[in-house]
């Protein structure tokens, strides 16, 4: 009998696959970890704060070398995304050093990641960023709904596929498809975001029938809650759409979610009538979501017994090899972020920008205003808590004074617009005052009318805080004593110059408002997305935070005041309800 190699090949592979399919184990135990949301959380550094990070991938690496060593080859280590912004290590490696190797692809092989799915901040860096990470990484990055539209196949791969002590696991990775609705359209110009829903309708069958897993799990970077902003389980490109994937398609055994920052371990029941477990491991390396999985062999398939948990990082210590590893990579950013770029004559405060105008957010209209030549800047309260101290102002500041990588974009709007985008800012903003005992506020509340509160973030806003607005160059009063839509009045440009409602100025904004998020431009103004984008004059290709480094350069010595464009009224309800404020954090 003669076989030329190629026959004698294909012999040898069917022989091990019969083998291996023979020889696969009656029980097994593995176990799944993952993080989500680190937000450069990578080094055991703050570098905003100047101090050694509380909880970090030092913390992780310790945890997880135990949990090898225990389980020797039955230790699953995964992502959910949102790991290119957030720390200036993050930022040095995204925009300054372009060369070395990206820092989150050294610490998350170091770590032994062997998975990721991609959020929308590692979108948010734009495609050369996320293109060069994705090569630099020695494990699959995943996300099968992010659709490049030059081939029509996923950007990043859909899948991938593991063999964890015989049980072979398929982990289908997705994004949530709201990216539209923060990012401009030039950072993911050759990327189309699906449905959650319609994807995994896609892939679960296409994975059952080629792969034949015997677990599937679904790294969704998205967040619990499908209800959010009013909608429910059949919202199309829901912007929490992992839950609804997972209760429409049948498939998944566990679902690891990220995005909203918050914590959940639970089970659900999807529409065939089997139990799903979901997983949420809030952010920064603070918790480790752990899914412990017992199999045993029924037949042809496996009974999974599945035991989600949440374990704390913060009592564990950092890996000792970890920190020597990098630690001239946290010399080297201490060094970059501490180089002045100018000097503060007083502290800085941004906790002023929550209740009315503030000398922290002028800055920041003054550098908008500056870098676009524009008639009026519209800002967001970006940081809440910062201080910047007077004396030596550094880039540490700045990552502390604007801690996105939002671009700066210019729209044509007309005043009447202007006090419409204005008027839906403040509407949710503040409470509608009607003595100086009400809160200055607009809180959530339950169905009796009482305030919900977090048990971990307080009393939860009508709209989260960088969804708050103000703006600089024109002169202009908020009565919140008057209801909704009839709050804000313009009384002039900021040099005396009459407001013309009909007239057409150039507005600085940034890029997650210009390009719908917070709802302004769509719910407030009731514009269209095409009309939105009709209107922007022009976009940078540079962040914020290097406009208002360049501000600082160029003036030197800022001088801490007020540009006094705006106030609230009555002033006598404001300062009691600012009092309100303070004494409702105490509570």
């Known amino acids: 009998?003669?076989?030329?190699?190629?026959?004698?090949?294909?012999?040898?592979?069917?022989?091990?696959?019969?083998?291996?399919?023979?020889?696969?184990?009656?029980?097994?135990?593995?176990?799944?970890?993952?993080?989500?949301?680190?937000?450069?959380?990578?080094?055991?550094?703050?570098?905003?704060?100047?101090?050694?990070?509380?909880?970090?991938?030092?913390?992780?690496?310790?945890?997880?070398?135990?949990?090898?060593?225990?389980?020797?080859?039955?230790?699953?280590?995964?992502?959910?995304?949102?790991?290119?912004?957030?720390?200036?290590?993050?930022?040095?490696?995204?925009?300054?050093?372009?060369?070395?190797?990206?820092?989150?692809?050294?610490?998350?092989?170091?770590?032994?990641?062997?998975?990721?799915?991609?959020?929308?901040?590692?979108?948010?860096?734009?495609?050369?960023?996320?293109?060069?990470?994705?090569?630099?990484?020695?494990?699959?990055?995943?996300?099968?709904?992010?659709?490049?539209t030059r081939t029509g196949k996923p950007f990043f791969k859909p899948y991938a596929i593991y063999d964890?002590?015989?049980?072979?696991?398929?982990?289908?990775?997705?994004?949530?498809?709201?990216?539209?609705?923060?990012?401009?359209?030039?950072?993911?110009?050759?990327?189309?975001?699906?449905?959650?829903?319609?994807?995994?309708?896609?892939?679960?069958?296409?994975?059952?029938?080629?792969?034949?897993?015997?677990?599937i799990i679904g790294l969704f970077h998205s967040g619990g809650d499908y209800t959010v902003d009013g909608n429910d389980i059949d919202t199309y490109k829901n912007e929490n759409g992992g839950i609804p994937a997972a209760m429409k398609v049948d498939g998944f055994d566990l679902v690891l979610l990220g995005h909203d920052h918050q914590e959940q371990s639970s089970v659900i029941i999807n529409e065939a009538g089997n139990k799903v477990v979901v997983l949420d491991a809030r952010t920064g390396a603070r918790l480790v979501g752990r899914a412990d999985i017992k199999l045993k062999r029924n037949g042809k398939v496996y009974d999974k017994e599945i035991s989600p948990s949440l374990i704390d990082m913060k009592d564990v210590m950092p890996d000792k090899g970890f920190v020597e590893y990098f630690q001239k990579d946290v010399d080297l950013i201490n060094n970059y972020v501490d180089a002045q770029i100018g000097y503060l004559t007083d502290t800085l405060r941004s906790e002023p920008a929550l209740y009315g105008p503030s000398e922290f957010m002028d800055l920041i209209h003054n550098a908008q205003l500056s870098a676009t030549g524009a008639d009026i800047s519209f800002a967001g309260v970006l940081s809440t808590d910062a201080v910047i101290p007077t004396g030596k102002l550094s880039m540490r500041n700045l990552f502390t004074l604007y801690k996105y990588e939002n671009l700066l974009y210019t729209m044509s709007l007309t005043g009447q617009e202007i006090k419409d985008f204005l008027e839906f800012g403040y509407g949710r903003q503040y409470n509608t005052m009607k003595s100086s005992n009400d809160l200055l506020l607009n809180y959530k509340k339950d169905e009796n009318?009482?305030?919900?509160?977090?048990?971990?973030?307080?009393?939860?806003?009508?709209?989260?805080?960088?969804?708050?607005?103000?703006?600089?160059?024109?002169?202009?009063?908020?009565?919140?004593?008057?209801?909704?839509?009839?709050?804000?009045?313009?009384?002039?440009?900021?040099?005396?110059?009459?407001?013309?409602?009909?007239?057409?100025?150039?507005?600085?904004?940034?890029?997650?408002?210009?390009?719908?998020?917070?709802?302004?431009?769509?719910?407030?103004?009731?514009?269209?997305?095409?009309?939105?984008?009709?209107?922007?004059?022009?976009?940078?290709?540079?962040?914020?935070?290097?406009?208002i480094a360049e501000y600082i350069s160029k003036t030197d010595t800022i001088k801490v005041e007020s540009r006094r464009d705006w106030k609230v009224i009555p002033e006598s309800y404001f300062t009691a309800g600012v009092r309100n404020e303070k004494m409702l954090k105490t509570k």
Request: hydrophobic content about 35%; overall charge negative; some cysteine.
């Open 1 to 148: 009998m003669n076989f030329n190699l190629k026959t004698i090949f294909s012999i040898i592979i069917s022989s091990v696959l019969f083998f291996s399919c023979k020889t696969k184990p009656e029980e097994a135990e593995i176990t799944i970890l993952y993080t989500t949301d680190l937000h450069g959380a990578v080094l055991p550094y703050d570098f905003n704060k100047d101090k050694e990070a509380s909880t970090s991938l030092a913390n992780v690496m310790t945890y997880v070398k135990g949990e090898r060593e225990n389980n020797k080859d039955g230790i699953l280590l995964l992502d959910a995304g949102d790991f290119l912004q957030g720390q200036p290590s993050i930022y040095y490696s995204n925009f300054e050093d372009t060369i070395t190797e990206h820092l989150q692809s050294r610490v998350m092989e170091y770590v032994g990641y062997e998975g990721a799915t991609v959020g929308n901040h590692d979108i948010e860096p734009g495609e050369e960023v996320y293109s060069r990470v994705q090569k630099d990484f020695d494990f699959p990055w995943i996300a099968a709904n992010a659709i490049d």
């Open 164 to 215: 964890k002590k015989g049980i072979k696991i398929a982990v289908l990775g997705m994004i949530t498809p709201n990216i539209h609705a923060w990012l401009p359209k030039y950072l993911w110009a050759n990327i189309e975001f699906e449905d959650m829903v319609d994807s995994a309708k896609k892939w679960i069958p296409y994975i059952k029938e080629n792969e034949k897993p015997d677990l």
């Open 449 to 547: 009318g009482d305030l919900i509160k977090n048990p971990r973030f307080g009393y939860t806003g009508v709209t989260p805080s960088f969804n708050y607005t103000s703006a600089g160059g024109i002169k202009y009063t908020v009565d919140v004593s008057k209801p909704v839509g009839e709050r804000v009045t313009v009384i002039s440009m900021s040099d005396g110059t009459p407001f013309d409602y009909s007239k057409r100025y150039v507005v600085a904004v940034n890029s997650y408002q210009a390009s719908g998020g917070g709802g302004f431009f769509f719910e407030g103004l009731g514009f269209s997305k095409e009309e939105t984008d009709a209107r922007v004059i022009d976009a940078s290709t540079k962040d914020v935070r290097k406009y």
